[in-house]
């Protein structure tokens, strides 16, 4: 563990940047759910006066409604989810795209610091060895710790959601 997180040292902008974008995407994806509610209550009776009593965000999104037509008011949620759909996905892509870069980007540390080693090495490091273990070590380990950084920002990234659906829940209550 201690070598992956020297690994990832000189990426850590990067990987702050990919979270960054992971957490806007799961904010944007609660928010894109939390408009079905306004959506369907307008389309429903034309009213959210009906809605929840309280202060929150939601209920002072539903008060909004209220003030509108009923076909303006629709329009106005589908347009909302439109744009939380969008940016979600952007967001999410720009996420996963930089989180790669960064899976890459170790997987290229560690061979060529695995390399050098191979090239600093005596000649009878060379003798003891099979050829193709060296290449194998060379390829198929690096990309080992390549997929452990993927599989720690996807898991990163599930818990940002879960995060922003809780807080949303929170929110909403």
Not at 3 to 24: D, F, H, I, S, V
Not at 43 to 60: I, K, N, Q, T, W
Not at 118 to 127: A, V
Request: charged share 15%; net charge positive; proline share 2%.
């Amino acid at each position: 563990m201690r070598l992956l997180l020297t690994l990832l040292r000189p990426c850590r902008g990067w990987l702050a940047a990919a979270l960054a974008c992971l957490t806007l995407a799961a904010a944007l994806e609660s928010i894109g759910l939390s408009l079905f509610v306004p959506l369907i209550t307008t389309l429903a009776d034309g009213s959210a006066s009906r809605g929840p009593d309280g202060s929150g965000l939601f209920v002072s999104y539903l008060r909004f409604l209220d003030g509108v037509s009923k076909h303006y008011g629709a329009l106005l949620v589908v347009a909302a989810l439109c744009a939380a759909l969008v940016f979600k996905n952007l967001f999410g892509y720009a996420g996963r795209l930089l989180g790669a870069y960064v899976e890459l980007r170790t997987v290229r540390t560690l061979r060529t610091q695995l390399f050098q080693a191979y090239l600093g090495s005596s000649y009878q490091f060379f003798l003891d060895r099979k050829p193709g273990r060296l290449v194998h070590d060379l390829f198929t380990e690096t990309f080992l710790v390549g997929e452990m950084v993927g599989v720690c920002t996807v898991a990163l990234s599930n818990l940002i959601t879960l995060a922003a659906f809780y807080l949303l829940l929170l929110l909403l209550s």
